[in-house]
């Protein structure tokens, strides 16, 4: 069964950090295309950050740049996404996903992917 598990939200205050992972079952993720998305409460998903297959390419949403980090670890099967500087409007619930594209230039969309994970909550709050 193929499967992708988020893990690491949580509760933070604002300027505080967290990483999610996102780990796959059921396939392996080295020739896929990963991407973190975000949606809060009565709001569209977006796209927040993406990574290719090898890694080699980044892109992020302006509202995250200089702050979050993506990243993978292909022989663990897991991609991160490192969030620091976290604001509360980047409260929402996080997911993952995996494209059989090898890159995806753009953070926006979300017609490449193919598999999603079931969302990790973040919240950032005093």
């Known amino acids: 069964q193929l499967q992708l598990v988020e893990s690491g939200g949580g509760l933070v205050q604002p300027g505080g950090s967290l990483r999610l992972s996102c780990a796959a079952s059921?396939?392996?993720?080295?020739?896929?295309?990963m991407g973190w998305f975000r949606q809060a409460p009565g709001k569209e998903r977006e796209g927040v950050s993406n990574?290719?297959?090898?890694?080699?390419?980044?892109n992020y949403a302006d509202s995250v740049k200089g702050r979050f980090t993506i990243s993978r670890d292909n022989a663990r099967n897991t991609v991160y996404l490192q969030m620091n500087s976290l604001k509360p409007e980047d409260t929402a619930v996080y997911y993952c996903?995996?494209?059989?594209?090898?890159?995806?230039?753009?953070?926006?969309?979300?017609?490449?992917?193919?598999?999603w994970g079931q969302g990790t909550q973040v919240t950032v709050s005093s």
């Open positions: 990574i290719s297959s090898d890694g080699g390419s980044t």
């Open positions: 059921g396939f392996t993720l080295d020739s896929y295309a």
């Open positions: 996903a995996a494209s059989r594209w090898a890159n995806i230039a753009d953070v926006t969309t979300i017609l490449p992917y193919d598999y």
